[in-house]
C-alpha cells in the first residue's frame, strides 16, 4: 500500500457526498457562463437591438442565478468541509490506535515531537486539502476548459489563440513542481524538529533552570526557529519565483483577446456583443492561471504529511499480537525463564538467563546499574521479545499467550514513575476506574501512601501528575506501587520501587506484601539487600548473566558478589535493627 492508497482508504467513505459536492460546484461553474451570455445580449439585442423590454428579464435572470450560486457554494461548502473533518477524525483515530500497540522500541527511537507534529500540523495540510484544495482545483480546471469550449463556439479562431499559453503554463506547473517538493519535506522536518525542541525544554524545564542554562536553550531555540524560517522561506522563494510567471500567462491571455478580438471586431469577422462576452469569459480563464502556483503550493503540502503520516503508521511493532493467543482470565503466576537472551543494535544486553519460579513465590533481583535488571522484567512483560529462548508464564511461552491477557495479569510498578494528570485517585484507579473507593484506599494503605494523601489539599481528589501539585520522588513511588497493587495481579513487578522510600516505610511495605491475600509472584528489582533478603529466590545480575542465584543464606554462604554487598550494607541494616529495638524499648 502506498501512503496516498492508505489516505484514500479513508476517503473514499465519503466518496458519494464529495461527489455531491463536485457536482454542485460544477453546477456553480456552469451557472458562472450565463453571466457572460446575459451581457453579450444586453449589448446585442437590448442596447444594439433596441429590445428594452427584455432588459428587467435579462436583469431578474441575473438575480436569481446569483442567489442560486450563492446557496449553492453555502452547500457544497459545507459538505466538504465535513468530509475533511470525518476523514481526519478516522485518520487520527487510526493513527492513535497504531501508536498505542507500537512497542518500546518504536518509542525509544521516535521522538515525541515528530509524533505530535503528525497528529497536529501535518493533519491540518489534509484537512487543507479535503476542504478546499480539491474542489479548488477542480472547479478552476472545468472553468478554464468549459471557458474555453464556450470561447470557441463563439470564435475558433480566438481559442486557438488563446491556447497558445497553455504549453508554457504546463511547463511553468512541471518546473515548481519538481523544484519545491524538497522544500515542503524540508518544512515538515524542521516543524517537528522545533517541536521537538520545544516539547523537551518544556518538559526538562527544571534541569534547565537547576544548571542555569536559559541562555544556552535560548540560543538552540533560536537556532532551530531561525532553521524553521529559512525552510518556509525556501519554500516561498518558489511561489515567490512562479506565481508572477503565472500571473504573466494570464495576462498575456487579455493581450491576446484585446489584440486579436479587437482586430476581428473591426474587420467585422465578430460581433461587438461576442466581443463582450468573451471577455466576460476571460476571468475564467485567467483566474485558475493564477492560481496554479497557489495550489501547487497546497498539494505539495499534502503531499509530504500524508508521506509523513503514512511512514510513522506503517512502522509495525516487533512485538506482535498472536492472531488467536491463549487467554486466562487468571494466570497463577509460576514464570520461567529458559536460555534467555536479548540484543539490540548488535549488543548482548540478556545472556543465556534461566531461572523458574512458582506462583506466590517472591523473586529478590539485584546487580550493578546496568545489569539488565528492568530489560529482564521487560521481557516478561513482553514490552521486548527475546532475541534467543523463552519466557514462559503457567507453563505456556508469553508469545501464545493473548498480550492484553497477559499484561492484564502483570501489575508493574516502573523504575520511570509516570503519572498521569488526574486525581490521586484515578492515578492509582487506573486499571479499575470503576472500582469502589475502598479498594483504592485498601492499595494506597498497603502502598503506605494512605497518609500523605490524605494531608494533600484535596485528599484523594488532589491533581497530580503534570499540571498538579509536586509530589516527592518516594510519594510518587508509593503512588505507583499501589496502582500496580489495586489491579491484583498474578504477577507483581516492583521494579526499584521502594529506592527512595526511608527503611523503615519499606519494611511496612514488604510486611504488606506478605499479607497480599491473593496468589501472586512477585518480583523486587533492589540494590538495598533489605528489600530482597526475605525473597524465595535471589538473582544477582552482571552484565546481563546471572552470576549467582538462591536464597539469602545460600548466596552468603557462596561468598561472591551478594555476600560482598551484604557486607557492604549490613553495618546500616544492624543499626537499623537495634535502633528500632531501642526505640521499642523506650
Ligand atoms: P538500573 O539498575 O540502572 O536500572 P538495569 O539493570 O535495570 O539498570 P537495564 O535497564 O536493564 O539495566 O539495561 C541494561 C543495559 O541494556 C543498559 O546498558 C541499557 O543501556 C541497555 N538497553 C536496555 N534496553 C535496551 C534497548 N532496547 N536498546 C538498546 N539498549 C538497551
Ligand atoms: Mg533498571
Same mark, same amino acid.
Given at each position: 500500500?502506498?501512503?496516498?492508497?492508505?489516505?484514500?482508504?479513508?476517503?473514499?467513505k465519503?466518496?458519494?457526498?464529495?461527489l455531491?459536492g463536485?457536482?454542485?460546484? *460544477?453546477?456553480?461553474?456552469?451557472?458562472?457562463?450565463v453571466?457572460p451570455?446575459?451581457?453579450?445580449?444586453?449589448?446585442?439585442?437590448v442596447?444594439?437591438?433596441?429590445?428594452y423590454?427584455?432588459?428587467?428579464?435579462?436583469?431578474?435572470?441575473?438575480?436569481?442565478i446569483?442567489?442560486?450560486?450563492?446557496?449553492?457554494?453555502?452547500?457544497?461548502?459545507?459538505i466538504?468541509?465535513t468530509?475533511?473533518?470525518?476523514?481526519l477524525?478516522?485518520?487520527?483515530?487510526?493513527?492513535y490506535?497504531?501508536?498505542?500497540?507500537?512497542d518500546?522500541?518504536?518509542?525509544?527511537k521516535?521522538r515525541?515531537?515528530?509524533?505530535?507534529?503528525?497528529?497536529?500540523?501535518?493533519? &491540518?495540510?489534509i484537512?487543507?486539502?479535503?476542504a478546499?484544495?480539491?474542489?479548488?482545483?477542480y472547479?478552476?480546471?472545468?472553468?478554464?476548459?468549459?471557458a474555453l469550449?464556450?470561447?470557441? *463556439?463563439?470564435?475558433?479562431q480566438?481559442?486557438?489563440?488563446?491556447?497558445?499559453?497553455?504549453?508554457?503554463?504546463?511547463?511553468?506547473?512541471?518546473?515548481?513542481?519538481k523544484?519545491?517538493?524538497?522544500r515542503?519535506?524540508?518544512?515538515?522536518?524542521?516543524?517537528?524538529?522545533?517541536n521537538t525542541?520545544?516539547?523537551?525544554?518544556?518538559?526538562?524545564?527544571?534541569?534547565?533552570?537547576?544548571?542555569?542554562k536559559?541562555?544556552?536553550e535560548?540560543? $538552540?531555540?533560536?537556532k532551530?526557529?531561525?532553521?524553521?524560517?529559512?525552510?518556509?522561506?525556501?519554500?516561498?522563494?518558489?511561489w515567490? $519565483?512562479?506565481?508572477?510567471?503565472f500571473?504573466?500567462l494570464? %495576462?498575456?491571455?487579455?493581450?491576446?483577446?484585446?489584440?486579436?478580438?479587437s482586430?476581428?471586431?473591426?474587420?467585422?469577422n465578430?460581433?461587438?456583443?461576442?466581443?463582450?462576452?468573451? %471577455?466576460?469569459?476571460?476571468?475564467?480563464?485567467?483566474?485558475p492561471?493564477?492560481?496554479?502556483?497557489?495550489?501547487?503550493?497546497?498539494?505539495?503540502?499534502? *503531499?509530504?504529511?500524508?508521506?509523513?503520516?503514512?511512514?510513522?503508521?506503517s512502522?509495525?511493532?516487533?512485538?506482535? =499480537?498472536?492472531?488467536s493467543?491463549i487467554?486466562?482470565?487468571?494466570?497463577?503466576g &509460576?514464570?520461567?525463564?529458559?536460555?534467555?537472551?536479548?540484543? +539490540? &543494535?548488535?549488543?548482548?544486553?540478556?545472556?543465556n538467563?534461566s531461572?523458574?519460579?512458582?506462583?506466590?513465590?517472591?523473586?529478590?533481583i539485584?546487580?550493578?546499574?546496568?545489569?539488565g535488571?528492568?530489560?529482564?522484567?521487560?521481557?516478561?512483560?513482553?514490552?521486548?521479545?527475546?532475541t534467543?529462548?523463552?519466557?514462559?508464564?503457567?507453563?505456556?511461552?508469553?508469545?501464545?499467550?493473548?498480550?492484553?491477557?497477559?499484561?492484564? %495479569?502483570?501489575?508493574?510498578?516502573m523504575q520511570?514513575?509516570?503519572l498521569f494528570?488526574?486525581?490521586?485517585?484515578?492515578n #492509582?484507579?487506573?486499571?479499575?476506574?470503576?472500582?469502589?473507593?475502598?479498594?483504592?484506599?485498601?492499595?494506597?494503605?498497603?502502598?503506605?501512601?494512605d497518609?500523605?494523601?490524605?494531608?494533600?489539599?484535596?485528599?484523594?481528589?488532589?491533581i497530580?501528575?503534570?499540571?498538579?501539585?509536586?509530589?516527592s520522588?518516594?510519594?510518587?513511588?508509593?503512588?505507583?506501587?499501589a496502582?500496580?497493587?489495586?489491579?491484583?495481579?498474578?504477577?507483581?513487578?516492583?521494579?526499584?520501587?521502594?529506592? +527512595?522510600?526511608?527503611?523503615?516505610?519499606?519494611?511496612?511495605?514488604?510486611?504488606?506484601?506478605?499479607?497480599?491475600?491473593?496468589?501472586?509472584?512477585?518480583? #523486587?528489582?533492589?540494590? =538495598?539487600?533489605?528489600?530482597?533478603?526475605?525473597?524465595?529466590? #535471589?538473582?544477582?545480575?552482571?552484565?546481563?548473566q546471572i552470576?549467582?542465584?538462591?536464597?539469602?543464606?545460600?548466596?552468603?554462604?557462596n561468598?561472591?558478589?551478594y555476600?560482598?554487598?551484604?557486607?557492604?550494607?549490613?553495618?546500616e541494616?544492624?543499626?537499623y535493627?537495634?535502633?528500632?529495638?531501642e526505640?521499642?524499648?523506650?
Amino acid at each position: 500500500m502506498t501512503a496516498f492508497s492508505w489516505f484514500y482508504s479513508f476517503l473514499k467513505k465519503h466518496n458519494a457526498r464529495m461527489l455531491f459536492g463536485l457536482v454542485l460546484v *460544477t453546477f456553480i461553474s456552469v451557472l458562472a457562463i450565463v453571466k457572460p451570455i446575459v451581457s453579450g445580449s444586453i449589448v446585442d439585442d437590448v442596447i444594439t437591438g433596441g429590445q428594452y423590454d427584455l432588459l428587467p428579464k435579462l436583469i431578474a435572470l441575473l438575480v436569481v442565478i446569483t442567489v442560486i450560486r450563492g446557496l449553492c457554494r453555502y452547500w457544497s461548502q459545507v459538505i466538504f468541509e465535513t468530509c475533511s473533518q470525518d476523514v481526519l477524525f478516522s485518520m487520527r483515530d487510526t493513527v492513535y490506535r497504531k501508536l498505542l500497540q507500537e512497542d518500546f522500541n518504536f518509542y525509544n527511537k521516535k521522538r515525541t515531537g515528530d509524533l505530535l507534529s503528525r497528529q497536529t500540523g501535518d493533519m &491540518d495540510a489534509i484537512r487543507h486539502f479535503i476542504a478546499f484544495v480539491i474542489y479548488q482545483v477542480y472547479e478552476n480546471v472545468f472553468l478554464f476548459f468549459f471557458a474555453l469550449i464556450m470561447i470557441f *463556439t463563439v470564435s475558433w479562431q480566438l481559442a486557438l489563440c488563446m491556447c497558445i499559453v497553455l504549453p508554457f503554463a504546463a511547463a511553468v506547473t512541471i518546473s515548481q513542481t519538481k523544484n519545491g517538493r524538497p522544500r515542503f519535506q524540508k518544512i515538515r522536518e524542521q516543524f517537528s524538529s522545533l517541536n521537538t525542541f520545544v516539547q523537551e525544554n518544556v518538559s526538562g524545564n527544571r534541569v534547565v533552570k537547576a544548571f542555569s542554562k536559559e541562555d544556552y536553550e535560548i540560543e $538552540k531555540f533560536n537556532k532551530e526557529n531561525d532553521a524553521y524560517r529559512d525552510a518556509e522561506l525556501a519554500a516561498a522563494e518558489i511561489w515567490t $519565483k512562479y506565481v508572477p510567471q503565472f500571473e504573466f500567462l494570464s %495576462n498575456m491571455l487579455t493581450v491576446i483577446l484585446m489584440l486579436i478580438g479587437s482586430i476581428m471586431v473591426i474587420k467585422g469577422n465578430m460581433t461587438l456583443g461576442n466581443y463582450v462576452t468573451v %471577455n466576460g469569459y476571460l476571468w475564467m480563464l485567467t483566474n485558475p492561471l493564477r492560481q496554479i502556483g497557489w495550489r501547487i503550493n497546497d498539494i505539495q503540502r499534502f *503531499t509530504t504529511s500524508v508521506e509523513k503520516i503514512y511512514a510513522t503508521y506503517s512502522e509495525e511493532p516487533n512485538v506482535k =499480537r498472536p492472531k488467536s493467543g491463549i487467554k486466562r482470565k487468571q494466570l497463577s503466576g &509460576d514464570v520461567t525463564f529458559r536460555n534467555v537472551s536479548y540484543s +539490540a &543494535d548488535d549488543e548482548d544486553i540478556i545472556r543465556n538467563v534461566s531461572f523458574e519460579v512458582k506462583s506466590g513465590q517472591t523473586v529478590g533481583i539485584l546487580g550493578s546499574t546496568g545489569s539488565g535488571k528492568s530489560t529482564i522484567m521487560n521481557l516478561l512483560c513482553r514490552f521486548y521479545d527475546v532475541t534467543d529462548g523463552e519466557v514462559l508464564v503457567d507453563g505456556v511461552n508469553v508469545k501464545d499467550l493473548d498480550l492484553y491477557n497477559l499484561r492484564q %495479569n502483570i501489575g508493574m510498578a516502573m523504575q520511570d514513575v509516570f503519572l498521569f494528570s488526574d486525581t490521586v485517585e484515578g492515578n #492509582i484507579a487506573y486499571s479499575r476506574p470503576d472500582c469502589p473507593f475502598e479498594d483504592v484506599k485498601k492499595a494506597a494503605v498497603m502502598a503506605d501512601a494512605d497518609s500523605f494523601i490524605q494531608e494533600m489539599p484535596d485528599g484523594y481528589d488532589t491533581i497530580v501528575g503534570e499540571r498538579g501539585v509536586g509530589l516527592s520522588g518516594g510519594q510518587k513511588q508509593r503512588i505507583s506501587l499501589a496502582r500496580a497493587l489495586l489491579k491484583e495481579p498474578s504477577i507483581l513487578i516492583l521494579d526499584d520501587t521502594t529506592s +527512595a522510600v526511608d527503611m523503615e516505610t519499606e519494611s511496612y511495605i514488604q510486611k504488606q506484601l506478605n499479607a497480599i491475600d491473593h496468589k501472586c509472584t512477585i518480583f #523486587i528489582v533492589a540494590y =538495598r539487600i533489605s528489600s530482597i533478603k526475605d525473597a524465595d529466590l #535471589i538473582l544477582v545480575l552482571n552484565e546481563g548473566q546471572i552470576v549467582e542465584q538462591g536464597t539469602h543464606e545460600e548466596l552468603l554462604a557462596n561468598n561472591g558478589y551478594y555476600a560482598t554487598v551484604f557486607r557492604h550494607q549490613y553495618g546500616e541494616y544492624e543499626q537499623y535493627i537495634k535502633g528500632g529495638e531501642e526505640h521499642g524499648k523506650k
